[in-house]
């Protein structure tokens, strides 16, 4: 059964550090998100993108936030500058269509931000 | 208003119970409708999505009433591996979904 995958499960950074966390989606799957969840809380919404660009953000994803495909298979994460509050895990998602379709969630990285 | 409300339980039951879950959701524009299940540290999967008319999955039954705004899930001869935590979730016309902070089950023996 074709899943998404994330890599790497667990990274640990220094408060005010750049970090990337790499995705492979479904390889014939058209829409791609980033969530994350901190420790207790809720799964929350940050990104979706489609056709190479960001088709909606959250008010959590701000400017040091970024996402990119650099190639037809990974779907990358940046924190450019991160916070201690950067601290959750992170999961990227993917899907065929917009509604209709199930998003499937890859097995997240555990982001630690010292 | 939370936008997915739910009883975060947990709900504790013996084997072979039969469990009710329910979940508001604030946003009278929501379209689709799902119930995902998370086991601890673990992703979010897919339990089954819910239909105005009711369906059924198993011993997983889901009841969506669009004018109360009201989502359950009823889960019926529980097992041990039913024990996680259940997570109401709805997207409206954009793609995002939109997570209640779950519902937690113990079945214990």
């Known amino acids: 059964e074709p899943e998404v995958t994330q890599t790497p499960s667990h990274q640990v950074t220094q408060m005010g550090q750049e970090v990337i966390l790499r995705c492979v989606p479904i390889s014939n799957h058209l829409y791609f998100y980033w969530y994350r969840q901190i420790l207790g809380q809720k799964v929350e919404f940050l990104v979706s993108?489609?056709?190479?660009?960001?088709?909606?953000k959250s008010e959590i994803f701000d400017d040091q936030f970024s996402v990119e495909r650099p190639d037809g298979s990974n779907f990358t994460l940046k924190i450019r500058s991160t916070k201690l509050e950067d601290s959750a895990m992170y999961f990227c998602?993917?899907?065929?269509?917009?509604?209709?379709?199930?998003?499937?969630f890859g097995p997240g990285t555990r982001l630690l931000v010292l | 208003r939370k936008e997915v409300e739910q009883d975060p339980g947990p709900f504790n039951v013996p084997e072979g119970a039969t469990v009710a879950f329910n979940c508001t959701y604030s946003n009278s524009a929501s379209q689709s409708f799902f119930w995902y299940r998370q086991d601890c540290r673990k992703e979010p999967k897919l339990l089954m999505s819910v239909y105005s008319s009711g369906n059924e999955d198993g011993r997983f039954t889901a009841q969506l009433n669009r004018a109360s705004q009201y989502i359950s899930l009823l889960i019926r001869d529980s097992k041990l591996s039913d024990s996680a935590t259940y997570l109401c979730?709805?997207?409206?016309?954009?793609?995002?979904?939109?997570f209640g902070t779950g519902t937690r089950l113990q079945v214990f023996p």
């Open positions: 993108f489609y056709n190479n660009e960001i088709s909606e």
């Open positions: 979730v709805v997207n409206t016309y954009t793609d995002k979904l939109i």
């Open positions: 998602a993917s899907s065929g269509s917009r509604l209709q379709e199930t998003q499937y």
